[in-house]
């Protein structure tokens, strides 16, 4: 494939970068199309040697980035980004073809990247502090914004490229360096995208700045997240995992950023436009097949108009097509591997046992030619009570529960009632309807929309979510905070030396 070579990726290659490609001595790490079952190449993983050799390399790089201004550190982004562009067909094809997801969705994932590289370059010029008055006389007092260190980011199957923009691109402007462990399922891509960036860095000496370092948990995730030379850890992944990496992290008095799993609903009102919101719940429920931490997991909707919406749903159901994600046409490609297809069977078969009713969908299909190895399955709707313990847990594949609410308050009280926290949506007319489901009283989540769907967040916002999805925060809006320390400035410009709260001293 063509544009495998025009990412530099052959049929083995070193799982380490740490301003040149190192020589890595590790296990070998096959990867293989979700889509055809076929292995496309292999990965020499880092082993702990190599793994310090990119520590140091980052160190080295932070000690020459923080001292840069930081609008010529949005210039490197700025070229970063451009360099994005120049690839992005051939990033958004290895992102489909590795990570299974549709071809659509895997350009949408490299201009995601290109999009942050743009707002980070802006917010270079945009690092604000405060000044404020201090109660003494001939005193001033300031705030201002400092680069933190290395930073390292661990990233999950499903946005194999998006989520270290994210963060790369606001912590070069902040002054730190990255450290990339990606996830084992999509080494290439982390491959790909490094090398698309890289001879931007390298021209400026700064190639560390991307440091890469695919290996396994016991030889990259645990030092990483143990390493007190990484004052921050940027993770998505699991709840569980996540819970793991925090406590971690937070032992040794380092900051963490923590994307974890969603359990997102879609609210729908009897004065709802029944067309839009089928449409965003499509989108939001088969999109990247059910494999997003933003996935419509639920629809809870109104007793009046829920047999006109579930009938004219499961009729759309059987219009989506399964299959090729290479295939503009495809809505919904392959899950990541064959254990996420016995979850989503055995999620089915759990809520059955609670008393769920299986509307449509469900079980696997077997395509033929090429993708007759891949991990296809039928985008499944069932008809459930949202204290069934299955339906409290996160299922990540495409399962759609259908949830019956009386009136608004129903749908907020069930809306809150499970432990995640990430994203929700509410299809309304009612202005009234709308704001309350935005205000304190509403949705618990860090992502509330109206009138949209649950899924396609734009980078200008920053992303997170509460309770067990972690409580971090990425991407738009103050994010780039997370990357830096923040100092307080007092200045003493007069001849005396007066103390705070007026106190006398001698």
């Keep these: 494939m063509d544009f495998l070579k025009e990412l530099g990726i052959n049929d083995t290659n070193p799982g380490a970068y740490n301003g040149a490609w190192i020589e890595t001595s590790g296990e070998w790490l096959e990867s293989y199309s979700p889509a055809t079952g076929k292995l496309i190449a292999k990965v020499r993983q880092a082993s702990p040697a190599e793994y310090e050799l990119c520590v140091v390399a980052a160190q080295e790089a932070f000690e020459k980035l923080r001292r840069m201004p930081a609008p010529l550190r949005g210039e490197l982004v700025r070229k970063c980004g451009e360099a994005m562009r120049e690839k992005k067909d051939a990033l958004g094809r290895l992102i489909t073809l590795e990570m299974g997801k549709s071809i659509q969705e895997g350009w949408g994932e490299v201009q995601e990247a290109i999009d942050i590289a743009d707002f980070a370059v802006g917010q270079s010029r945009m690092l604000y502090g405060l000044s404020m008055h201090s109660e003494r006389p001939g005193h001033a007092m300031r705030e201002q914004w400092h680069p933190l260190g290395v930073v390292g980011v661990i990233t999950a199957f499903n946005f194999p490229m998006a989520v270290w923009g994210w963060n790369s691109m606001l912590a070069w402007i902040c002054g730190d360096p990255c450290i990339w462990k990606p996830a084992p399922a999509a080494p290439l891509c982390a491959i790909g995208l490094i090398n698309a960036v890289r001879p931007v860095l390298e021209a400026e000496g700064l190639g560390a700045l991307a440091s890469l370092c695919i290996g396994s948990v016991q030889d990259v995730g645990e030092p990483m997240i143990n390493d007190k030379r990484l004052p921050l850890i940027s993770f998505t992944g699991s709840t569980a995992v996540g819970r793991h990496v925090g406590a971690t992290v937070a032992a040794r008095f380092g900051k963490s950023i923590l994307e974890l799993g969603g359990n997102n609903a879609l609210v729908i009102l009897e004065d709802a436009d029944i067309d839009m919101a089928l449409h965003a719940t499509l989108f939001g429920a088969v999109g990247t097949a059910g494999q997003r931490c933003t996935t419509t997991r639920r629809i809870l909707i109104q007793e009046s108009i829920e047999e006109e919406f579930v009938s004219r749903l499961t009729r759309a159901y059987q219009d989506i097509q399964v299959g090729d994600p290479m295939n503009e046409a495809t809505l919904c490609g392959p899950l990541i ?33 090429e993708l007759a190895d891949g991990h296809y399955v039928v985008p499944a709707i069932m008809k459930v009570e949202n204290h069934y313990e299955t339906v409290q847990n996160e299922t990540f594949a495409p399962l759609l529960y259908i949830i019956t609410v009386k009136d608004l308050d129903d749908a907020i009280a069930k809306h809150n009632d499970v432990p995640q926290g990430l994203s929700s949506a509410i299809f309304t007319n009612n202005v009234r309807y709308a704001e309350r489901f935005i205000s304190a009283v509403g949705s618990d989540c860090g992502l509330a929309n109206v009138n949209i769907g649950t899924s396609g967040a734009e980078i200008g916002g920053a992303f997170g979510g509460e309770k067990e999805t972690g409580g971090g925060r990425e991407s738009g809006s103050d994010a780039w905070r997370a990357y830096m320390r923040r100092q307080t400035n007092t200045i003493n410009y007069s001849d005396e030396l007066p103390l705070a709260q007026g106190i006398q001293f001698g």
């Design 337 to 369: 591997d064959e254990k996420s297809c016995e979850t989503m069977q055995a999620s089915i078969d759990r809520a059955k046992a609670e008393g769920g009713t299986l509307l449509c969908g469900g079980g696997r299909i077997q395509l033929e030619g």
